[in-house]
């Protein structure tokens, strides 16, 4: 991803609008301190309900969206919005509505032997980036999570979902004009990409930014931004199948893994199996087959699979086939002789967001848990469920796969941060 700008007067017309936008955002950021939390949660309300009201309108903008991508461009399911969709998300609205103020709350509390009275307490963080593809969902849960957080938000989505943004911030402007909250504390930047660069530089007035996207995204808002990044996003994500693994909960587990929604983070992109179990990989691998899974194979699974697997959809796996994040209808198989080596494998190609193990040996369990460097671990489950509203959060503003400040999927509490409240009777230092 690069960005040019050939024209000096362009990028200097460009700059000062941009700069103009930012600058309202951060001053409206300073009015949500007054809000209440019932204004919060009457403003979310509203939200979920004129969202209801407005799925006609909202898919007409969308289908707009669908018309200009390739039914075939894995974006495609990211970025199709369906009636069944839209009331999902309403429903995740009215879930964060439900959950507790993140704010204000006391997390330590301390009197000094001077007498000050320390207090540490929640705060928002301030104003919030986001940067992302063709998922225009995002648009409502960032604006949900960053509103009963109290943050301001700045969106920056492509120009594959622009038309859904723009009627999803007409709603969320208007429901914010009713309530009696400044609107400006959101806005949706062109979908150019001087847009992008121009974020990226404002250090005076976005506090944070969380690209959500392609491993290329997320690379290049790390390398170019100016501003603190929250990287969320990129899965390359595994599921292995030990000797000791029961052959049906493998099969139910890792075809839910890789079929149930092929164009999010969480999908399964490679199985990895001890070779005391490729007898079973038939019968693991049947579903998948059914659903329509391309498989590359390494020489021991493909030996296997041949004549048991439709063979238009079974191709030897290349070495490139190990740390792909596919995205779509196709996995690799990877064949171990141990679990030290299967360890060995995932530490390599994982992208430390959400990796299985399917096994009754409760040491080796105990081991993969202790031992797997990732956001989210699972034993003898599908790694679908790795999702802020699953996890029981309403909603999420993204997956953090790295360690600092957040990781797994954020919410309420992970757009947060803290300051100290010192209260004297007159102290001053020696």
């Not at 080596?341 to 399917?358: D, F, G, P, Q, R």
């Not at 105990?366 to 031992?371: A, I, R, T």
């Not at 400040?405 to 209260?423: D, Q």
């Amino acid at each position: 991803m690069s960005i040019t700008i050939t024209s000096i007067s362009t990028k200097t017309t460009i700059e000062m609008n941009l700069t103009t936008t930012f600058s309202k955002v951060k001053e409206a950021s300073r009015s949500l301190a007054l809000i209440t939390e019932s204004q919060i949660n009457r403003t979310l309300e509203d939200l979920a309900k004129m969202t209801w009201d407005s799925i006609p309108a909202i898919l007409k903008a969308n289908q707009k969206d669908l018309d200009r991508m390739d039914p075939e461009d894995p974006k495609y399911d990211r970025l199709k919005l369906t009636q069944e969709r839209i009331e999902s998300i309403a429903e995740d609205i009215l879930n964060v509505v439900k959950l507790p103020s993140p704010l204000g709350r006391k997390l330590a509390a301390k009197k000094l032997e001077n007498g000050l009275q320390l207090t540490k307490v929640s705060v928002p963080l301030g104003v919030i980036g986001i940067i992302y593809e063709a998922r225009p969902n995002v648009t409502f849960d960032v604006f949900s999570l960053c509103l009963k957080s109290g943050n301001a938000l700045v969106l920056k989505g492509g120009s594959d979902a622009h038309d859904s943004n723009t009627v999803i911030v007409g709603l969320i402007h208007k429901v914010l004009e009713q309530n009696g909250i400044n609107p400006d504390i959101v806005c949706l930047l062109p979908p150019d990409r001087e847009a992008t660069a121009e974020m990226l530089q404002a250090v005076d007035y976005v506090d944070i930014i969380i690209p959500r996207g392609s491993q290329g995204l997320i690379n290049f808002v790390r390398e170019n931004s100016k501003v603190p990044v929250i990287e969320t996003g990129a899965g390359i994500v595994h599921t292995y199948v030990d000797k000791s693994g029961d052959n049906l909960k493998a099969a139910n587990i890792v075809t839910n893994a890789k079929t149930r929604r092929v164009s999010v983070c969480n999908a399964l992109d490679c199985l990895v199996l001890h070779q005391d179990k490729l007898k079973a990989l038939p019968e693991i691998a049947k579903q998948l087959g059914e659903k329509g899974v391309k498989i590359f194979a390494d020489n021991a699974a493909y030996d296997v699979l041949k004549g048991n697997y439709p063979s238009e959809l079974l191709l030897p796996a290349e070495e490139e086939h190990f740390g792909t994040e596919f995205l779509s209808m196709t996995m690799s198989i990877k064949t171990v002789p141990d679990l030290e080596t299967a360890l060995a494998h995932i530490a390599k190609h994982s992208s430390k967001h959400s990796e299985a193990v399917v096994a009754e040996d409760e040491k080796v369990l105990d081991l993969f848990l202790k031992s797997v460097d990732a956001a989210a671990v699972y034993a003898n489950t599908s790694t679908a469920f790795t999702d802020g509203a699953q996890f029981g959060l309403g909603a999420e503003i993204g997956i953090s796969t790295q360690k600092l400040h957040a990781r797994g999927p954020m919410a309420l509490e992970e757009l947060t941060s803290y300051k100290w409240i010192v209260r004297g009777t007159g102290q001053i230092r020696d």
